[in-house]
T-cell receptor, first 112, second 110 residues
């Protein structure tokens, strides 16, 4: 039983396209996150989402938007993809507060 | 901005040896966490140490936290080839979002 799942695992697309990455968690957590890992393996928080409260990292372009249909899902929608968006995107979840996070397997996005 | 800085960037040891990785950070924290990432995989949580704790153990892992020096260390004892991975420290400054360091790549040779 996968705790945090993401689809697709790989995504290859052209510049200018719009794409979405889906994330689901079955852990009963109340907070979900999106992280971006660049080619140098540096992980950076993009968003956290808890009970309709969205905290956005100010460095994230507004082409990126998280969408949460319910507590178990937090999808990432990206408009007008750019070459620099190529990275691995990780979804994670946790209970809000002083707790560890559980990560999905990642989605490798390649923009050509 | 980047919070944690791991040291060393890369570490190569033989099976059975101990591996020590260090992490330094800049601001006050709620807790500090260590994660492992195998090549091409997601991150796996290893251990969480709260700001009022100084040492924590989990199996072959030992983590220390020195809030006065803003530093932490992860010790893996009796390492195995399966411990080969990247190890990241991450700080929680109280907003439930983690700030990660650049990681230490550990290679354990049989």
């Amino acid at each position: 039983d996968t705790a945090v799942s993401q689809t697709p695992k790989y995504l290859v697309t052209q510049m200018g396209n719009d794409k979405s990455i889906k994330c689901e968690q079955n852990l009963g957590h109340d907070t979900m996150y999106w992280y971006k890992q660049d080619s140098k393996k540096f992980l950076k928080i993009m968003f956290s989402y808890n009970n309709k409260e969205l905290i956005i990292n100010e460095t994230v372009p507004n082409r990126f938007s998280p969408k949460s249909p319910d507590k178990a899902h937090l999808n990432l929608h990206i408009n007008s993809l750019e070459l620099g968006d190529s990275a691995v995107y990780f979804c994670a979840s946790s209970l809000r507060g002083n707790y560890e996070q559980y990560f999905g397997p990642g989605t490798r996005l390649t923009v050509t | 901005s980047q919070q944690g800085e791991e040291d060393p960037q890369a570490l190569s040891i033989q099976e059975g040896e101990n591996a020590t990785m260090n992490c330094s950070y800049k601001t006050s924290i709620n807790n500090l966490q260590w994660y492992r990432q195998n090549s091409g995989r997601g991150l796996v949580h290893l251990i969480l140490i709260r700001s009022n704790e100084r040492e924590k153990h989990s199996g072959r892992l030992r983590v220390t936290l020195d809030t006065s020096k803003k530093s932490s260390s992860l010790l893996i004892t009796a390492s195995r080839a399966a411990d080969t991975a990247s190890y990241f420290c991450a700080t929680d400054e109280g907003y439930s979002t983690l700030t990660f360091g650049k990681g230490t790549m550990l290679l354990v040779s049989p």
